[in-house]
């Protein structure tokens, strides 16, 4: 796993491609779009709201996929649709060429940066990141720094750093197997339970109590929405400050 060095960007008039539309891509379009990025959104479909940024002038669209120097004078770039394995490699490759900084979501080893979990007040910022390991643990400390986290614990916070070998090692084997899961589910099974097992240098039976808890979750009939098992561990969600 690299170590990835932090550091924070300036992208005010900058040009930042994102490669994909769908659910991901208006998630990376629309965290750009308030540091003033000049952001390319590359792709023959998005979601309604980055069309409507489109129709606003606030990004620009163009409706294809993408073809190589599609990274022509960008800051950066970012895959945000990964589903074909050529088109990752291929934007890879122009990025190389052309000293751009890639992201490519969820694939690691194609990234030369990646994304930290950012919790914000003011003029502070606060980000966090798992080197790729975890991204559900990323979500969870942005979760408790902003104090927006509905899953008790009588752990600290860097307590759940020590999660990140056990859920690096368990994602990759979902990955694997072509296995995704509910994002929710994740944070349901990131439990004091689990912590208690590696802190107390159990690592075989904490990997089998939290295998055996993400399985769970191919298996229940929770819509893609809704996570039974968060829903029934959480407690309301805290009020927006």
């Not at 750009?32 to 990004?59: K, N």
């Not at 030369?112 to 400390?141: C, D, K, N, Q």
């Not at 408790?144 to 752990?155: K, Y």
């Amino acid at each position: 796993m690299p170590l990835y060095y932090p550091v924070f960007l300036d992208l005010r008039g900058r040009r930042v491609v994102v490669v994909g539309g769908g659910a991901m891509g208006e998630e990376k379009v629309t965290r750009l779009m308030p540091y003033g990025a000049e952001v390319v959104v590359v792709s023959p479909d998005v979601t309604d709201e980055v069309a409507g940024h489109a129709e606003d002038g606030q990004v620009e669209w163009i409706k294809r996929p993408y073809r190589r120097g599609d990274l022509e004078g960008a800051f950066v770039a970012i895959v945000a649709d990964t589903s074909d394995d050529a088109v990752n490699e291929a934007v890879s490759e122009e990025a190389r060429e052309r000293n751009v900084p890639l992201n490519v979501a969820d694939v690691t080893h194609l990234c030369t940066w990646i994304t930290p979990s950012v919790a914000r007040r003011g003029e502070v910022i606060v980000a966090t990141s798992t080197g790729g390991a975890s991204p559900a643990l990323a979500r969870r400390f942005r979760e408790i720094l902003n104090g927006e986290c509905r899953l008790e614990s009588r752990h600290e916070l860097m307590d759940f750093a020590d999660l990140a070998p056990l859920l690096s090692e368990a994602r990759l084997q979902l990955l694997d197997k072509g296995i995704r899961l509910n994002l929710d589910h994740w944070q349901a099974c990131l439990t004091d339970e689990l912590i208690d097992l590696v802190q107390e240098g159990d690592v075989k039976r904490a990997r089998k109590v939290l295998m055996d808890s993400l399985l769970v979750g191919t298996t229940c009939d929770c819509s893609d929405d809704v996570c039974t098992m968060y829903e029934e561990m959480a407690q309301p969600a805290p009020a927006a400050r």
